[in-house]
């Protein structure tokens, strides 16, 4: 029997970090398919997230989101970008288990900057940054618990960011030391 399809990487991560720019970018460079699941979930319901949201609120929003990701994984062969809440569903968490997840880091000024618009509700109105650094302390045990490695988005064009995960998935190494340095 052949082994069942895998994705090539899965990128987690805080709105804001790069996830779906960073991963669009990495399907090219590898040549394979590019996926993200806030896409793939406008897709499949036929309106906005935003629309999802002020309709159903966040748990329809999580309802919706855990079935597109678990049926997405089932046969997926190439990058899967998530939103940055994909994380809070245990049952997404246990399907991430041994995968290449690529755990995208941000710092809280940056983060709150890179997502600023009506695209995401969550963050929408009232003190961003209060609610950016709630999510990211609930939210960074959670990323780390799925991570196979981690990638800092942080003052870093996307090419260079992809260039390191290209190098950390083709060695197999998710903590490869600083190039230059001596053994
Ligand atoms: N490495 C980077 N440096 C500067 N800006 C970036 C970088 N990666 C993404 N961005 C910008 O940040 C914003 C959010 O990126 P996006 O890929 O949508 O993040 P996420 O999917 O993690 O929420 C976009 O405007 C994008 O152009
Ligand atoms: O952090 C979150 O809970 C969310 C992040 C968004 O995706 P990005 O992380 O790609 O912005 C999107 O899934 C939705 O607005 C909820
Ligand atoms: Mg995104």
Known sequence: MSDPARPVAVLVGPPGAGKTTIGRKLARRLDVPFR????????????????IFATGGEPEFR????RVIGETLESFEGV???GGGAVL???TRHRLRGLKVVHLTIGVAE???????????L???GDATARYQALLTERS????????T????ERRSSGKVVADIVDRLESGDPHPRRRGRRP
């Open 89 to 91: 569903s245990e049952a």
């Open 141 to 148: 045990p959670l990323y780390r618990e799925v991570a196979w």
């Open 111 to 121: 983060g709150v900057r890179r997502s600023r618009g009506p695209g995401r509700p």
């Open 36 to 51: 993200d699941a806030d896409h793939l979930i406008e897709d499949a319901e036929g309106r906005s997230i935003p629309d």
């Open 63 to 66: 309802r919706i989101e855990e």
């Open 80 to 82: 899967l970008s998530l």
């Open 123 to 125: 963050l929408a109105g």
């Open 150 to 153: 981690t990638v800092s988005s």
